[in-house]
Nanobody, 115 residues
Framework: QVQLVESGGGLVQAGGSLRLSCAAS????????MGWYRQAPGKQREMVAT???????EYADSVKGRATISRDNAKNTVFLQMSSLKPQDTAIYYC?????????WGQGTQVTVSS
C-alpha cells in the first residue's frame, strides 16, 4: 500500500507563492507517475500538473507559467511550486500517484488565497 502525505498548504495573499510537497512511501518511487490535482468548493477535482517517471511534465492551462512540478527521487517527494497566486487558486490540493496501473491519493492540503 502506497501512502502519500501532502504538506505546505496554508493562507497566502494574492500574488504570493507557495510550495507544496508530497512524500510517498515505497521503494520504487522513481517509477511512479505523479501529479497534483485540486478541488474547489462546489467544483470537480481537476488536474493541476503531472510528472512522469522520466520527468516529462504537463500543466493545466490555468496554471501554465505560474506552476512548476518537480520530483526528488532520492527523497521520494514531489513538489508543486506556484507563484502569482490568485483567489481562484483556492482549493484543496491532492497528491496523486499511479503505480503499476493503480491510483493513489493523498489526504489533501488546503490552499487559500486571499484577495
Amino acid at each position: 500500500q502506497v501512502q502519500l502525505v501532502e504538506s505546505g498548504g496554508g493562507l497566502v495573499q494574492a500574488g504570493g507563492s507557495l510550495r507544496l510537497s508530497c512524500a510517498a512511501s515505497g521503494s520504487i518511487f522513481s517509477a511512479y507517475f505523479m501529479g497534483w490535482y485540486r478541488q474547489a468548493p462546489g467544483k470537480q477535482r481537476e488536474m493541476v500538473a503531472t510528472i512522469t517517471a522520466g520527468g516529462s511534465t504537463e500543466y493545466a492551462d490555468s496554471v501554465k507559467g505560474r506552476a512548476t512540478i518537480s520530483r526528488d527521487n532520492a527523497k521520494n517527494t514531489v513538489f508543486l511550486q506556484m507563484s502569482s497566486l490568485k483567489p481562484q487558486d483556492t482549493a484543496i490540493y491532492y497528491c496523486h500517484a499511479i503505480i503499476v496501473g493503480r491510483a493513489y491519493w493523498g489526504q489533501g492540503t488546503q490552499v487559500t488565497v486571499s484577495s
